[in-house]
């Protein structure tokens, strides 16, 4: 029995031996690559799913009817961040607007600041490139300005997974309505005490 062993356990040597001589006889240039793989490790107590990280918000056609005054408003558009793999954590944040503490012993908290160019005319709004006249506002699910640049309101998020929702609207400005096709660029940042 003993030889038998020693006979495949040899035999499978010389296989591994004789495909790695195969393997650089292939190396020809042009026919093989190679991968390199880096990342990092982070702590946090949910993770934000991939469709969520970069996203295209459509508008749609806006009417320059719907926006002939400063402040009038076309129809809000919804976009959505989904949460998954919610861990059992505490947490914390304090409200920026009203400096009330958020916490649980057992959800993750986390707020969202939107960072983007303000409209010159009203920088409560996003700056949108290519027309004049209009800027974009975004609002959190209870209906609040989104502010610029600062953390968001103190959501709880339960374990498991979540969709959290806001808004975004084309609201007129004081400077001149020109018509044409724009764009604006949002980030995010996803912020954990």
């Not at 498991?160 to 806001?166: E, K, L, V």
């Amino acid at each position: 029995m003993k030889s038998h062993y020693v006979k495949v356990l040899g035999g499978l040597l010389l296989a591994v031996v004789g495909s790695a001589q195969a393997q650089d006889e292939d190396d020809i240039e042009g026919m093989s690559g190679r991968l390199n793989i880096s990342g990092s490790m982070h702590e946090t107590p949910c993770s934000l799913e991939m469709t969520s990280l970069h996203q295209t918000i459509d508008l749609g056609d806006v009417s320059t009817s719907q926006l002939r005054r400063p402040g009038d408003q076309a129809r809000a558009v919804p976009f959505q961040l989904r949460f998954t793999d919610c861990n059992r954590i505490a947490g914390s944040i304090r409200s920026e607007r009203t400096g009330n503490l958020t916490w649980s012993a057992f959800q993750p908290v986390l707020s969202v600041a939107f960072l983007a160019p303000a409209d010159a005319d009203d920088p409560r709004l996003v700056k949108v490139q290519g027309i004049t006249g209009m800027g974009l506002q975004l609002t959190d699910v209870l209906g609040r300005d989104v502010n610029l640049g600062q953390r968001g309101e103190p959501l709880f998020l339960p374990l498991g997974g979540n969709t959290q929702t806001w808004k975004v609207r084309p609201t007129r400005t004081s400077a001149p309505l020109t018509s044409g096709a724009f764009r604006a660029v949002v980030d995010f940042r996803l912020n954990y005490e």
